[in-house]
């Protein structure tokens, strides 16, 4: 990676990317919305590094709409095994990251932090880990954003593509996690695999697109 300042205002010792646009508020105590990026906010198209890739998913503006009326913060929280098997690098990261942001910003969409954990068990040395608690399915991204945006787990909701961004919800004690069937969600294995997540105090459903969710259901 080529050196660059703001880089390393993102980047912990753990190697995780926390970026939080919050100005130093903090939320006290409220709930937050965490999305995972690709295939929810963008569409999937495997080790996204190219600006000139990126697609927008609309379907996801009224979602997050509504939630900054509500005041409740908005985050990323996406997997990025790509700087960790040395696919691309934070540089290309940060470019695509800021481009996404850019465009929501532009329809009007705000995003309150982005986290980003490069660690797999197939990366490259500092990011090998056979299963490192920051990358989902494991609960560390929402936790650290819970610790430094003074958020409620128990009142939050997870959407994801994956089975395992639901299960990072139930393994952070959020409130419930949703399933899009868009991305890699579209395979029955995947859709069976997140609603066995299910429990009584975990709340998951699965949908065939973003337009099912409303605001209400989750933050009514």
Not at 8 to 19: A, M, P, T, Y
Request: charged residues 20%; aromatic residues 8%.
């Amino acid at each position: 990676m080529s050196y660059d300042s703001k880089l390393d205002l993102f980047i912990d010792d753990n190697n995780i990317w926390s970026q939080i646009f919050m100005e130093g508020k903090v939320s006290n105590g409220k709930a937050a919305l965490f999305l995972d990026r690709d295939g929810i906010i963008i569409e999937e198209i495997g080790y996204l590094h190219e600006v000139k890739k990126i697609r927008v998913i609309p379907e996801i503006n009224p979602i997050i709409k509504f939630a900054n009326l509500l005041s409740i913060p908005v985050i990323i929280v996406t997997n990025q095994s790509g700087i960790g098997r040395g696919y691309y690098s934070w540089d290309d990261f940060y470019k695509v990251q800021n481009t996404v942001l850019k465009i929501l910003r532009q329809a009007g969409i705000i995003i309150d932090a982005v986290f980003a954990c490069p660690h797999h068990k197939e990366a490259k040395t500092p990011f090998r880990h056979a299963n490192h608690p920051f990358r989902k399915p494991n609960p560390g991204m929402l936790k650290m954003a819970a610790k430094l945006m003074g958020i409620e787990l128990s009142k939050s909701w997870v959407i994801g593509d994956r089975s395992s961004d639901i299960l990072a919800g139930l393994n952070a004690n959020c409130k419930g996690g949703i399933h899009v069937q868009t991305g890699h969600g579209n395979s029955d294995t995947e859709i069976q695999a997140s609603l066995k997540i299910r429990k009584p105090n975990y709340h998951v459903i699965s949908v065939v697109s973003l337009n099912e969710i409303t605001g209400d259901q989750l933050f009514g």
